[in-house]
């Protein structure tokens, strides 16, 4: 398969406690998305990342959570201190820089908090 | 703020009819439009997508219409088939700044 992969799937944690989610985006997209979906919402841009540098940022990540993709591959989402606010499907997405925006969605990492 | 709506939350058709999803956007910006169809437990994927230097896209069943003035865009499916049950997102893009929006969906549901 080689679509874009989430893991976990669902994670069920604590509130307090962190997280970190992984994405590995197909293989030869070289731009990188994360977003966040509550019910009943569209998807939510949070961040993104060409090769390994993060561009742009939303104001909705706020200090708790960091994303890298340290050698311009997969990423991971960490969630500090999570909050049941915090609680959402979190996408995956990649796409190829000189493509037709069209972006690659992974299933999703569904974060339930406590 | 949102800047892509989606007034329709839900949307049900006969099998066989035309569907038609709408879409309005605020930022005059965005310069390429996409839908995507969404299944359950599954992430969205694409299904059509149409430039701003157009008025119409067409793929097979599925066609996408723009109003540039009026800031608004549509999803026409004719056929309908039961299998195009989903949520529809349409999406805005403004691909200087990378930045791809997405309104809250529609739930089109194709009644046999």
């Known amino acids: 398969d080689t679509g874009v992969s989430q893991d976990p799937r669902h994670k069920i944690t604590k509130r307090g406690q962190n997280v970190t989610f992984r994405c590995d985006p197909i293989?030869?997209?070289?731009?990188l998305y994360w977003y966040r979906q509550t019910l009943g919402q569209g998807p939510e841009f949070l961040t993104y990342?060409?090769?390994?540098?993060?561009?742009?940022k939303s104001r909705l990540l706020s200090d708790r959570f960091s994303a890298e993709r340290p050698k311009g591959s997969f990423s991971t989402l960490e969630i500090q201190r999570t909050e049941q606010g915090d609680s959402a499907m979190y996408l995956c997405?990649?796409?190829?820089?000189?493509?037709?925006?069209?972006?690659?969605f992974g299933e999703g990492s569904r974060l339930t908090v406590l | 703020d949102q800047q892509v709506k989606q007034n329709s939350p839900s949307l049900s058709v006969q099998e066989g009819r035309i569907s038609i999803l709408n879409c309005d956007y605020t930022?005059?910006?965005?310069?390429?439009f996409l839908w995507y169809k969404k299944y359950p437990a599954e992430g969205p994927t694409f299904l059509i997508s149409?430039?701003?230097?157009?008025d119409k896209n067409e793929d097979g069943r599925f066609t996408v219409f723009l109003n540039k003035s009026a800031k608004h865009l549509s999803l026409h499916i004719v056929p309908s088939q039961p299998g195009d049950s989903a949520v529809y997102f349409c999406?805005?893009?403004?691909?200087?700044?990378?930045?791809?929006?997405f309104g809250a969906g529609t739930r089109l549901t194709v009644k046999p």
């Open positions: 997405a990649s796409s190829l820089s000189a493509g037709n925006g069209e972006l690659f």
């Open positions: 293989s030869e997209h070289n731009r």
């Open positions: 990342f060409q090769n390994e540098a993060q561009l742009e």
């Open positions: 930022n005059s910006m965005f310069d390429y």
């Open positions: 149409i430039s701003s230097i157009k």
């Open positions: 999406a805005a893009s403004d691909r200087r700044a990378d930045d791809m929006r």
